[in-house]
Structure formats: structure tokens, C-alpha cells
């Protein structure tokens, strides 16, 4: 017996017919008899059918939107029970007429004549509307070609803005998904150096915000701050929608034609369009979820409140909570910014305030520390732009061995001066477990001397003294330093 198929005994299967050439040729009869069908300047008595939107009348065949629509077969059905007449009438009201057409197309036909993403747009939004996947499919098969055309050019803020017009209707195929991630890798800081970037659609913006490896050509992370603020005022000032709400604030935002940012003074105000005025609290409001995508921990801790403050965006609180919240994601610094704006409503001393940075540091020493060693240096930490340490001394005062704290500049240590002075309040506090403390507070310039301290705090037998209760249940002192910038 042969192993071999003999194939002149097989019978014809329809499978065989997939590639008739016959076959194909019908079927493009078929589809351009469809097409010449849906021509509405066809004789009305062809169709059974009549669609209206606005002032369009649609021609075309019910059995096939019928068969293929749920939407169209509903509508159908309840005009011809109301009226045997043929053809019949459907009054479509509020639809986008090139929407509903290019749809009714799409079932004649499978094809749409889309001359334009808007027109696109729109069927999509229809279709999911009706619960037409179809017609999805085929409208934003030709947004994401042109999608993919700007992208090629490298026309990237047409291609963004019309992807997300796109993923705002529909979720986009994985193709352009893809493209445009590929975008953003290679091309973030040169969109971000772009003076236009400020068209960015907020998704896309948002999205270059959040790369860790972004890389500007900037100073810092406040000139990020900066521009996030000038994408803000730019976007609401040109909101056609937009509704001016005047705040209470004193400062306010303008945008020249120039589309140069400022900060001038409410009463100056009046010199500029209001259409070009942003108020603090309504730009603060449009960019609250970018403002987070900024790592504050980069910004150097004085202008947390040197700069950051003259923004009118945060409030003192937010300002602490905003620095707190960057140190604790790195897990290195115990920094703890102070709040020193607590309303007074004496303007001379919130500016004095402004120029203040305060710094508080907790700093816990174990018992086995102290009495091991006569001298315990603590963790370095940066602040103001300096490294800073603690030295734990113990020293004979009167014949009794005493506990005295130092802050030392490591700068200074190292190095031998400051390249600038900094006068400071400095405050050593030994806290007590029952809330009390033994504290000094002295004011001191630095430049070439390398520590400040406050000698003689404490006994060791006081110390030691559970009485006394300077030592934790795990047998440790907490010592507060806190320095004052002035």
C-alpha cells in the first residue's frame, strides 16, 4: 500500500475554495455592487432604507445593517411598527452625521471613506456608543496610521496630542503603545527642551515627569519645578472653557505674549489681560498631581524655603511634609524642616522668617556607648550644602565625670574653612523620658572654627540614674540638635 495521498480520488472540500481565483473575483463583484449601492444618488426605490441626520439622507439596505447591527435593528424594527411604508424612515437626532454614515458605510461596504482623525474620532466614539467593535477597529486602525506618521517625522507634540485624543476614547493598540514608549526613551529631554513643549497633553507630560533616568540640561530638580509651572499657567490661560476664580492670596501668576512666567503682586494685576492672569490657587489646583512627580529631596534644602516658598504653590506645612517625604523615599537623612511661617500678619517678620532655614536632628546614643568611650562620633549628615557631625564627650568636671555634646562642620575639619560664613542658632537638647529637657541655646558664625558646643550637660551618675529617667527602656539618651540658618 503507498503512504502517499493519491489526490485525484479526494473530494473538493470548501477549505480548497479559499484561494479560488473565481471566488475572490465575486466577491469584489459583490462589494463594488455594495458600493454602488450606497450611493444615495442611486434610485430611492433600490433601497428600503432611508437614514436621516440633519439634512443628510442615508440610502441603503436594511437586511445587511439589520444582520450586523443590534444598534441599526432595534431602530429599524421600531420605525416599522409604526409604519409599513417602504422605504422606511429613521430620524437619527444628535448624532455626528459623518459618524453615522461612515458607519452605515462600514456594514454596506466593510470600508469607510474617513477623510480625517476628527472624523475617525468621532465614529469611534459612536460606535461605543451602539456597541460596535467593528467600527472601532477600522476608525482607529486610521488614527494609529497617522499616529505612526508623526511619529516617523518626529513631529512629536501632533503625535501625542492625537494619542491622547485616541486613549481618551479608545485604548490604543499595542503597536503604538509600543512606538511611543520608544519615543519617550530616546526623545524625553529633547521634548523637554523644546519651547513648545508646553502642548504636551498632561498623560504624556505626567509620563516624562516619572522617568527616573531623565536627564536635562538643568540645574536642579527646581528647574523642573520651574517648568512644570510654566506648562500650568500656559495651559489654563489658553482653556477655552476656563473660569476665572479670583483667590485671596496676595501674588498671582501672568503670562505674557511672550509667554514669559511671573510673579507680580495682586495690585499690579490690573496692568495685565485677565485672560493672561492665573491665580495661585487655581494653578496650584491644575497641576497639584505633577507637582508630586518632582524630587524634592534633589532640591538643596535651603531652597525648600528660599525658592519654593516665593511660589505661593505651597503652604509652610506642605513645604515641611513635601522635603520629609523626599528624604524618607531615599532612607538616608533625618532631616525635619520646621515650620517657620505661621501667620503673624506682620510682613516684616514673615520675610525676616523667609531668609531662616531650620534643621532639627535626632540622635539616640546607647549607654554601652557612653561608658566604653570617652568620645562617640555620630553619623554625618548634610545640611545647607555642608556636612555636619556630633561628638559625645565625657570629660571630669568638679572630680565627676560629666556628658558634654559638640557639633562639629566636617568641612571645616577637613578642608579648614568655609568658602562662606554661615551664622546659625544652634540648640542642644537632652531629652528626658517624661518630657522633660536640659538644653542650650547659643548663636555662633561659621568659618574656620570647627565646633560649637554645650559642655558639662549632664552628670554620668545623673545620667545613669533610672530615677532621673534620661535613658529609654532599650537604655539609650535622645539628643535633639537643631541649627538655625540665618
Known amino acids: 500500500m503507498s503512504l502517499t495521498e493519491d489526490t485525484s480520488k479526494r473530494k473538493t472540500t470548501a477549505d480548497d475554495l479559499k484561494d479560488n481565483t473565481p471566488l475572490k473575483d465575486h466577491e469584489q463583484r459583490m462589494l463594488k455592487a455594495l458600493k454602488s449601492l450606497f450611493s444615495k444618488t442611486m434610485t430611492p426605490n433600490v433601497h428600503d432604507l432611508v437614514i436621516k441626520v440633519g439634512e443628510e439622507q442615508i440610502h441603503c439596505l436594511s437586511g445587511l445593517l439589520m444582520s450586523q447591527s443590534s444598534y441599526f435593528k432595534r431602530l429599524i424594527t ?12 429613521i430620524t437619527i437626532e444628535d448624532q455626528k452625521q459623518d459618524a453615522i454614515k461612515n458607519m452605515v458605510q462600514y456594514y454596506m461596504t466593510a470600508h469607510m471613506d474617513i477623510d480625517s482623525t476628527t472624523s475617525a474620532l468621532n465614529v469611534i466614539e459612536l460606535a461605543k456608543r451602539v456597541d460596535c467593535d467593528k467600527c472601532c477597529i477600522a476608525a482607529r486602525t486610521y488614527i494609529e496610521r497617522q499616529l505612526l506618521i508623526f511619529f ?5 507634540f501632533e503625535g501625542f496630542a492625537l494619542l491622547d485624543d485616541l486613549e481618551n476614547v479608545h485604548m490604543c493598540s499595542k503597536t503604538v503603545s509600543d512606538r ?28 516624562i515627569l516619572s522617568k527616573d533616568d531623565l536627564e536635562m540640561v538643568i540645574k536642579d530638580e527646581y528647574d523642573l519645578l520651574n517648568k512644570i509651572i510654566e506648562w500650568g499657567v500656559v495651559n489654563i490661560t489658553n482653556r477655552r472653557d476656563r473660569i476665572v476664580c479670583e483667590d485671596e492670596g496676595s501674588r498671582v501668576y501672568v503670562c505674557s505674549p511672550q509667554r514669559r512666567i511671573q510673579v507680580i503682586s495682586k495690585a499690579d494685576a490690573s496692568k495685565y489681560d485677565n485672560e493672561n492672569i492665573v491665580y495661585c490657587s487655581e494653578l496650584r489646583q491644575f497641576i497639584d498631581d505633577l507637582l508630586f512627580l518632582v524630587r524634592y529631596e534633589h532640591i538643596p534644602p535651603q531652597h525648600i524655603i528660599n525658592k519654593l516658598e ?38 516684616e517678620t514673615r520675610k525676616k522668617r523667609q531668609r531662616e532655614t531650620l534643621g532639627s536632628f535626632d540622635f539616640f546614643v546607647s549607654k554601652e556607648a557612653i561608658l566604653s568611650n570617652n568620645r562617640v562620633i555620630l553619623p554625618t549628615f548634610l545640611f545647607c550644602n555642608t556636612s555636619w557631625y556630633v561628638m559625645v564627650m565625657t570629660s571630669q568636671h568638679k572630680g565627676e565625670p560629666h556628658l558634654s555634646f559638640y557639633l562639629y562642620n566636617k568641612v571645616i575639619t577637613d578642608v579648614g574653612h568655609l568658602e562662606e560664613s554661615i551664622p546659625t542658632i544652634i540648640t542642644f ?8 529637657a ?25 545620667l545613669l540614674n533610672p530615677v532621673n529617667k534620661w535613658l529609654s527602656s532599650d537604655e539609650k539618651i535622645n539628643l535633639q540638635v537643631s541649627i538655625n540658618v540665618q
Open 78 to 89: 421600531e420605525a416599522r411598527s409604526k409604519s409599513e411604508d417602504i422605504p422606511t424612515v
Open 152 to 156: 516617523d517625522e518626529l513631529k512629536f
Open 180 to 207: 511611543s514608549e520608544e519615543i519617550l526613551n530616546k526623545y524625553s529631554t529633547a521634548i523637554l527642551e523644546d519651547v513648545d513643549f508646553v502642548c504636551l497633553p498632561r498623560s504624556t507630560f505626567s509620563k
Open 310 to 347: 516665593p511660589k505661593h504653590l505651597f503652604t509652610a506645612q506642605e513645604l515641611i511634609q513635601l522635603f520629609k517625604a523626599g528624604v524618607s523615599a531615599k532612607n538616608k537623612l533625618p532631616y525635619q524642616i520646621l515650620n517657620k511661617f505661621e501667620a503673624n500678619g506682620e510682613e
Open 429 to 436: 537638647r537632652l531629652v528626658n523620658t517624661d518630657g522633660g
Open 438 to 462: 536640659k538644653k542650650q541655646k547659643f548663636t555662633k558664625t561659621w568659618q574656620e572654627v570647627k565646633a560649637w558646643g554645650y559642655a558639662n550637660v549632664i552628670p554620668i551618675n545623673d
